[in-house]
DNA sequence: ATCGAGATTGACGTTAACGTCAACGTTATC
DNA sequence: GATAACGTTGACGTTAACGTCAATCTCGAT
C-alpha cells in the first residue's frame, strides 16, 4: 500500500539519505509516528518532506521552510496572530518576487552567453 | 567620480561587510587593481559583486556563481571548451527553470494561505 | 608630529546542514 | 539460532560563508 513509508523508501524516492531525514525531524520539521523505535511516515509527512526540499531548492534555511510551512495550516489564532501571520506570508511572497525578477534577469543573461557561444561555434565552423 | 570605489563605498551600498567582500576576493570572485596596500574597485569590479549578490538570492554557492560569472565572458577556448560551456549553460538554465517551477508552487500555496488567513479574520469580524 | 578614520593582513571562532562512524536493537529467513 | 538487512541513538567530523578580534599601516587634517 501507499499510505505508509519507511524513513529508506522516502530518502530513496527524494534521493537523500536517512541521516537528512533524521536531521529535518531532529530540528522539527518532521514528526513521524513511531512503530516500536522504528518511524513510519504517512503521505502528509512525505508531502511535508516535499515542501522541505523545494525550500532547499529555492535557497531557503530549514528555519525559513519550517515557517513556511507553519503557514500552510489551519488558522489557530487570534487577531494579533492572524495578522502577524499575514504580514508573514506577504514577507515571503515579496521574497519570491525578488527571486522572480533575479531569475529573469539571469535567464537572459545566459540566453545572451549561449548566442555568444553558439556564434563562436559558428564562426570557427570547420576552422580547427 | 562615480569610475572607481573605495571598499566601504561597496560596503555601504550592497549593504555588506568589507569581510565579505575582501571574502569573495580570496575565493577569486573579485580581483580589484591595488593602489598601494588598498583596493580600488572599477564599475566592472562593481558589476561582477552584483552578479554574486543575485547569485546569493538565489541559493547559488560561491563556486556556482563564479562558474556562472564565467560564462557570460568572451569565448577564449576551442570547440571542445564552447561545447562544455554551452552544456553547461544549459544545465543552469534548467535549474532556473526549476526554481521557476517551484516558485509557482510556493505562490499558489501562499496565495491559498493568505485567502485562509483573511477568511479566519473576516469570520471572527468583530467577535473580539 | 600626531591623531583619528579607514585600510590591510593574519588568525581563530561560529553556524547551518549534513557526513561518518560506532555500537546496538529487530526481523525474517534459511 | 545464526546471519543479513534494515533500523535506532549518540557523538564527533566537515564544509561553506562569513564574523570577530588584534596588530599594523597610511594618510589627510589639525
Redesign the pocket.
Known sequence: MSTEF???DLSAEFDI????I??YEE?GLLAPRRK????IYSPADRARLKLILRG?RLGF???ESRSIIEMYDPAHGNRDQLHSLLTKIREKQDHLKQQLHDIEGMMLDLQDAEEKCLDALDGADGTD
Not at 17 to 20: A, C, Q, S, V, Y
Not at 36 to 39: E, I, K, L
Open positions: 519507511t524513513i529508506s539519505t536517512t541521516r537528512t533524521r536531521f530540528k516500536g523505535s522504528a518511524r532547499k534555511t530549514l528555519d
